[in-house]
């Protein structure tokens, strides 16, 4: 939310300048030596921002890609988007809980119950795949409900309330499930399709364009609006630097994609759900109520919030989307089993949000930080799967690795941010 | 006398085992500084917390609102009614930069609904800019500020609401000198605009320099209502430690409880 590199214009009224600008505060000039003065600034406060998820994963895609040189091809790229993204969604409901200063143990019992509903109402019941689809995210938002309302209003810990519920969804997706252990679903039509659909080319450009375009519009729009009003504003060089760095990963991860098989809409979806929920968070006032829950629970309550609200309604969320991961998991395996959601699911969608930056204490991450955390232990996952003779056990073991660092990184930070006086969670 | 704005009377607050306060009755006028006076854990921030709508109040005692029964059940209710609130511990987000907290709950937002930061900040800084603050930066976090800096915001984010009851628990506890002088000045900037403000405070000085009453509360219960003008220094103190309880032992011990009891 800081504006890192703010310039204002020189005083065009004489008698009101002084105060917009105070002399303690650095000027960042509107130079590459500027911003790398402010780049380190910001590094020894502790504001790192997404920088060390970003320099793990090249790290990691450098080691599999020295260890097995099949790593960075386009088919094992391609693979590892549509791997992510059942978990990647998970994690982004996870993120919301954590924005709170709570947490959901349930998700990945919630994405078996959604699974198991999705493939008993469409093969069992016949169900069309669409109702099928409704139908599980439907009971994931009632679930996500009543966990918010036990929580919130009878004030039974977060903690609790969804301990309960990875046990007992787990048990209301054995019993709708039974007998069967596994439920094959088609292989063809609206659920697989989900995984197994790839854009042709044009439309992976098409997309990397019109984000593109809205981004700098946008940016435009709110640094002129900015400085017509005489508040500090980002010269035209730094947005137009900022969209170059966002245009960097666009164009070569679609550059990549195109070359398999196209931008896969597993990926999209997932990717969708960042951003819906990243404008969410910071644009509306329902996102902002969010962070200020998260950052002071009481003071947002005097502030007129709703709380109890604002807790059952992202209990809600979260859930939802651990249904929509659930759904994704029946499309990517074609059937629903007695195990689906039940393994690691749920660490990896927590250790996902954390790796990629949002603190476990509240009101302080992002939504992007499902995207990079996923990518990280996709990248993880899919790197170690390239080696012969290693197995689950060792991806745990550096999955935790990679989690401690991350933690670790962010305790440092705080600290950096604590002498620096940036505040934060 | 005209109707008071605000009017409290037989209010009760239970916590568990403690009266915290016991049939207090309140009153504040249009354009009136009331000093709320009291020892520490007399009561005086739970009455804000329930005339704010934080705390419900037992049940048995009415709030009239310029002589209009109303019923204060949530923050939200006072906010309506134009009461704003600087609590004690400022009740401020750490985590959300100035302008954030100071529109916390009343955001300025564009059509389709997403919030008119532009429009926020520039307010932020009017508002600042009128009273005279000078932070250095909107967009940090506030817990980066300093302990007068965050009270200022308090203060601006309530005024911000274009209150006719200003309330302020203890705000001038934290702060510098010139700081002080500036909330001060602030208040009697807020009298002579005809609102209603309640303050807070331990600072004799402060409270004999800007008020006009002082109300009295001595462990959850009234202890005296004095015009400024015309009481004494040692009656007021002898109200707030407790020997005004006979009228006699206050006559006798106004020069010891002056000097001895005083804080
Ligand atoms: N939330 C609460 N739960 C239980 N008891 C409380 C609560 N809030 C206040 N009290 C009790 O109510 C009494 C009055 O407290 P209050 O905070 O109103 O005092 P105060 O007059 O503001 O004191 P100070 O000058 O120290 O700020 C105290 O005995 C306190 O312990
Ligand atoms: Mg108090």
Redesign the pocket.
């Known amino acids: 939310m800081s504006r890192n590199t703010p310039v204002t214009d020189p005083p065009a009224t004489p008698e009101e300048p002084g105060a917009r600008r105070d002399p303690r505060l650095l000027e960042t000039a509107a130079s590459p030596s500027g911003w790398w003065a402010a780049i380190k600034r910001n590094v020894r406060a502790g504001e790192l921002g997404a920088a060390p998820v970003i320099i793990g994963l090249l790290l990691i895609a450098l080691v599999f890609q020295g260890l097995n040189d099949r790593f960075l091809s386009p088919q094992n790229l391609s693979n590892l988007t549509v791997q992510i993204a059942a978990i990647g969604l998970m994690t982004t409901g996870v993120i919301v809980v954590l924005l709170l200063g709570e947490i959901d143990l349930s998700i990945g019992s919630v994405a078996g119950l959604s699974a198991a509903i999705l493939a008993v109402t469409v093969m069992r019941h016949g169900w069309p795949e669409w109702a099928g689809i409704a139908a599980a995210l439907g009971v994931g938002l009632l679930v996500g409900l009543f966990h918010g309302f036990v929580f919130a209003k009878i004030g039974v810990p977060a903690f609790v309330v969804t301990l309960a519920g990875l046990l007992g969804w787990q048990g209301l997706h054995l019993w709708v499930m039974s007998p069967d252990g596994t439920i094959n679903t088609r292989s063809e039509g609206l659920i697989a399709s989900l995984t197994q659909t790839y854009f042709v080319p044009w439309i992976g450009w098409f997309l990397v364009l019109v984000t593109l375009t809205v981004y700098l519009a946008a940016s435009l729009a709110t640094e002129s609006g900015r400085r017509t009003s005489g508040l500090p504003y980002r010269p035209l060089a730094e947005t137009l630097l900022r969209t170059g760095l966002l245009a960097v990963p666009l164009v070569v991860g679609v550059w990549i994609l195109n070359q398999h098989n196209g931008l896969p809409l597993a990926f999209l979806i997932f990717v969708g759900a960042v951003v819906v929920l990243d404008l969410m968070l910071r644009k509306t006032r329902y996102g902002r109520m969010i962070y200020a829950v998260g950052g002071n629970a009481e003071a947002a309550r005097r502030a007129g919030i709703n709380t109890v609200l604002i807790r059952i309604s992202v209990f809600g969320i979260a859930s939802t989307l651990a249904a929509l991961g659930g759904v994704m998991l029946v499309s990517r395996n074609i059937a629903a089993s007695t195990t689906t959601g039940g393994g690691s699911e749920l660490m990896m969608a927590i250790a996902a949000a954390v790796i990629g930056g949002t603190s476990l204490f509240g009101g302080r991450g992002n939504a992007y930080s499902a995207l990079l955390g996923g990518l990280v232990l996709g990248a993880i996952t899919s790197g170690l799967l390239l080696l012969p003779g290693v197995d689950t056990s060792v991806r745990f073991m550096i999955t935790a690795a990679v989690l401690l660092v991350a933690v670790i990184i962010d305790a440092a930070s705080r600290r950096g941010r604590a002498t620096h006086a940036r505040g934060g969670g | 006398m005209s109707t008071p704005v605000l009017e409290l009377s037989g209010i009760s607050k239970t ?2 085992a ?1 009266r ?1 306060l016991d049939e207090v009755d309140l009153h504040v006028q249009e354009g009136e500084v009331v000093a709320l006076l ?10 804000v917390k329930v005339i704010a709508g934080a705390h419900a109040a037992d049940t048995g005692g009415t709030v009239a609102w310029d002589g209009r029964a109303v019923d204060i059940s949530a923050p939200a209710d006072a906010q309506r009614l134009g009461i704003a609130t600087i609590y ?1 511990d400022l009740a401020l987000c750490d985590n959300l930069d100035i302008v954030a907290n100071l529109f916390l709950g009343n955001e300025h937002l564009h059509f389709p609904g997403t919030l008119d930061e532009v429009e926020m900040e520039r307010r932020a800084w009017e508002l600042l800019r009128s009273l005279s603050v000078d932070i250095p930066d909107l967009r940090v976090p506030v817990a980066s500020l300093s302990g007068g800096q965050r009270q200022i915001v308090a203060i601006a984010r309530a005024l911000l609401g274009k209150p006719r009851v200003v309330m302020l ?2 705000p001038t506890a934290a702060l510098g000198v010139a700081q002080t002088a500036q909330v001060l000045d602030l208040i009697e900037q807020l009298r002579d605009q005809g609102l209603g403000v309640i303050l ?1 405070s ?1 600072n004799m000085a402060d409270v004999r320099a800007v008020a006009d009453r002082a109300a009295v ?1 001595r462990l ?1 219960r009234n202890a005296g209502d004095f015009p400024i003008a015309g009481t004494s220094y040692e009656e007021i103190v002898a109200a707030i430690t407790g020997a005004a309880d006979n009228p006699v032992a206050r006559r006798d011990g106004r020069q010891t409880t002056g000097a001895e009891e005083s804080r």
């Open positions: 916590f568990g403690v915290a009291g020892d520490n854990g007399a009561g005086k921030s739970t009455l004690q628990d203890e807070i331990h509360l959850g």
